[in-house]
């Protein structure tokens, strides 16, 4: 059965409407609806169906931005700065490589792995993939995100693993994701796994942290 007050709250997010979202968010809320509904039912419904739209002809990254400070903001009301939902199921380092000044993708993946209960380490935008390296040999994590919204950063991820495995990481998963990297294959980026959306990249981590291997 349709919740009108959900439905507002996707509305909101794909008109970019943080303002009205953070509303519908606070009234679910009221109402007694979880916070893992309203990530399901409310912003990866949006996100969904905003990423279906990002097609070559339709992509419009002010359309994006806009929807994504909506999304963040809800999720700052369900996670406010300062608290922690349960971390449980693993750590996973996130970055957008050397070169890339874009990290919305990111942060949103970021804020519904620790919405989903990860702990999440994240390196910031353009981060040089030494630096990434660093960072996951330090924290050993189940997997690292990489994202990718610029054909420059294609290079440098076809290079990761190769780097990775010299300092004895290779076997931590790469996931690759954003509007350019997943117009690719993850044989052709040589890594394990290309996430058509940020719930996608989530599904696989899941897998992956039940013990499943892909």
């Known amino acids: 059965m349709s919740n009108p007050t959900m439905d507002l709250l996707v509305t909101a997010l794909l008109d970019g409407d943080q ?3 953070i509303t519908a968010t606070r009234n679910l809320c009221d109402a007694g609806v979880g916070h893992a509904q309203i990530i399901l039912d409310g912003v990866e419904t949006a ?3 905003l990423d279906a739209k990002c097609t070559v ?3 419009n990254l002010l359309e994006i931005m806009l929807a994504g400070r909506a999304v963040m903001g809800v999720m700052k009301e369900l996670y406010p700065p300062g608290t922690r939902s349960p971390q449980t199921k693993g750590t996973v380092v996130l970055a957008s490589l050397e ?4 990290d919305l993708g ?3 993946l970021k804020m519904i792995l620790i919405a989903k209960g990860y702990r999440v380490v994240d390196c910031g935008k353009d981060c040089p993939v030494e630096k990434l390296i ?3 040999g330090q924290e050993g994590p189940l997997a690292i995100g990489v994202s990718g919204l610029l054909t420059s950063v294609i290079p440098q991820v076809r290079r990761l693993r190769e780097k990775m495995t010299e300092r004895r990481l290779g076997n931590i998963s790469i996931m690759a994701g954003g509007a350019t990297l997943k117009q690719a294959s993850a044989e052709s980026l040589n ?3 290309v996430a058509e959306t940020a719930f996608d990249g989530v599904s ?3 897998y992956i942290a039940g013990g499943g291997n892909e």
């Not at 070169?99 to 874009?102: L, P, V």
């Open 106 to 108: 990111k942060n949103v």
């Open 47 to 49: 996100m969904v169906q």
């Open 99 to 102: 070169g890339d000044i874009h």
């Open 191 to 193: 890594v394990d796994f």
């Open 57 to 59: 002809e339709e992509f």
């Open 134 to 136: 660093d960072v996951s």
């Open 204 to 206: 696989h981590l899941e």
């Open 19 to 21: 303002a009205q979202a």
